[in-house]
């Protein structure tokens, strides 16, 4: 059974640091690059942040640039996203999703992901 699994989420004040995490199974990890999205109330899924298969390349949207990083473990099957001066406007629920790298090495757009997880509430408080 393939699964996306994240934790890690909470309420933290404005400022503040948080570390997600995505452990999956039942497919090969390497063969999917892994990327973060979020959704906020009355908002579109928005890509946050993606990481290669192998790891060697890292993107992220405009507005996390320089306060989020995004790792991942291939012998642990797990993506991390560490979240650095958390604003207001980062609250939401975030998703750790999977893309097939035969498909492309990544993507801003969520329709093209293979799998996804249930997701993982985000609330920084002002």
């Known amino acids: 059974q393939d699964q996306v699994v994240e934790s890690g989420g909470g309420l933290v004040q404005a400022g503040g640091s948080l570390r997600l995490s995505c452990a999956t199974s039942?497919?090969?990890?390497?063969?999917?690059?892994m990327s973060w999205f979020r959704q906020a109330p009355g908002k579109e899924r928005e890509f946050v942040a993606g990481i290669t298969w192998s790891g060697g390349s890292t993107y992220f949207a405009d507005s996390v640039k320089g306060r989020f990083t995004i790792s991942r473990d291939n012998a642990k099957n797990s993506i991390n996203l560490q979240m650095n001066n958390l604003q207001v406007e980062d609250t939401a629920v975030y998703y750790c999703a999977a893309l097939a790298r035969t498909k492309y090495m990544y993507s801003y757009n969520p329709k093209f992901y293979d799998y996804w997880g249930q997701g993982t509430q985000v609330t920084v408080s002002s």
């Open positions: 039942g497919f090969t990890f390497t063969d999917y690059g």
